[in-house]
């Protein structure tokens, strides 16, 4: 299957030189046996990530691989960048994951060997039984648990982890599930209307690993109320009070 992976990048000018020593040589394997396109979604930032990307990897720097680099003006969020990335992307398959690896890159292959026949979309799982956490501070730590298990309560008590952006789709999943957030809920809101309209999940366990950048407080509390905000939309749903989600006609990308 062709594939492309996604990577939504914010002020990441010091993490180009972490993608070209380990994500890059696990894109060239994977190109040995399918045609692999990398999208990266510069969202609006302000250090200079966009020219350096460009001087990393832009203009067919990158052999067996095609690398595509979409641009925000302004920082605009990061479901805005998946939707951005998504909105370009030609692959059967879409990988989601982060410019600075709080999930292992090399660790791509194995996700995509979960993505057999009888699955629609693969989740890295942190908090399953068999997966776990490495340096990650403990206050997001507690906030990220906290809102999964929120989220196993009102959707799928089979599905421990519902925060994490290291994924693969399938691409009818990302043609037909709607998300709105602009956010860091958008991820949470793609797994829990594709499990909502009855996709079919498998979780990847793995360790989450802290990110060197910071987040603000200000950014913690507005995930923080837009977690809430959905999670009593998914109950009024589950409560047959107002719907949720329906399936959407395709809106673009291709396969």
Known sequence: M?????????????TVAKLRREFFPVAAELAKTRLVE?????????????????DAFGNGKVPGTSVRIERHSANRGLGAALRTGFGVACGEVVVT?????????????ALLDLLTSEVDLVTASPYHPQGGVGAVPPFRLSL???????????????????????R?????????????????LAGTELLV???????????????RHSRAHGVSSAKIMRTILAHLRFQWRVLLHR????????????VGGSA
């Open 168 to 184: 693969a789709y399938r691409w009818m999943v990302l043609e037909h599930v709607p998300f709105d957030s602009n956010d860091c």
């Open 193 to 207: 209307n594709g499990l909502l309209l009855g996709y079919r999940v498998a979780e990847y366990p793995t360790v």
């Open 38 to 54: 990398v999208v990266f979604v510069d969202d609006g930032s302000t250090d200079g990530t966009w020219e350096t990307l460009n």
């Open 97 to 109: 994951t982060d410019s600075g690896g709080a999930y292992q890159f090399s660790e791509i292959p």
């Open 239 to 250: 409560l047959h009070v107002t719907p949720l989600v329906k399936d959407r006609q395709p």
């Open 2 to 14: 062709n594939l492309s992976i996604v990577i939504p990048c914010y002020n990441d000018v010091d």
């Open 144 to 166: 990220s648990r906290g809102a999964s298990l929120l989220y196993r309560l009102l959707v799928s008590w089979n599905v421990y982890t519902y925060t994490a952006v290291f």
